[in-house]
């Protein structure tokens, strides 16, 4: 038998000027929408923002439904959408911001197993890697390539 060690390396900031203008821009594009999200229920609000290649900030908010599960989350609604909007330009950054009752929530907000699945699926998409910015209230951890956050993924080689 052989023992593996898996490892994620992931960066702590405890002050939003320890990142770049362009990290600062795409964290506040994503609490912003995070305010715009449709949780009734929950209350608890997460918006994506995407930077992609070409400048262009997509950004997306979970959508809740009563008929739950039939909502969706932001990491999702943003992905796809820039998936269709633009099919071919790489991802090259992505922010993750929760609200709980319109505050911001004091721990990171992580993407859910289905979101994993499909960040990791957008990175193979145009093979790009791209990097992960998980904001809290007083922290922000950056995760430098997004498919780390599913290690021993199922993806298009599997096929």
């Known amino acids: ?6 490892s994620i390396k992931i960066s702590k900031y405890t002050s939003l000027e320890e990142l770049s203008k362009e990290e600062r821009l795409l964290i506040e594009a994503a609490r912003e929408i995070a305010g715009k999200a ?18 262009e900030v997509v950004s997306g908010s979970n959508q809740e439904n ?6 969706l989350c932001a990491e999702r609604v943003a ?10 330009t790489p991802i090259k950054a992505m922010a993750i ?16 197993g289905a979101c994993r699945q499909v960040i990791s699926e957008s990175t193979h998409r145009n093979n ?17 390539n997004a498919n ?9 080689q599997d096929l």
């Open 148 to 156: 780390d956050l599913l290690p021993l993924s199922f993806g298009p």
């Open 79 to 88: 992905l796809f959408w820039a998936g269709t909007h633009y099919p071919d």
């Open 1 to 6: 038998m052989e023992t593996q060690n898996i």
């Open 66 to 71: 009563a008929a739950y599960p039939s909502g």
């Open 128 to 144: 790009t890697p791209f990097s992960l910015l998980l904001v809290g209230k007083n922290e922000v951890l950056k995760v430098a």
């Open 38 to 55: 449709y949780a009734p229920y929950s209350r608890f609000q997460v918006g994506a923002a995407l930077l992609l290649e070409n400048g």
């Open 97 to 112: 911001a929760a609200l709980k009752n319109g505050e911001p929530v004091a721990r990171i907000a992580a993407p859910c």
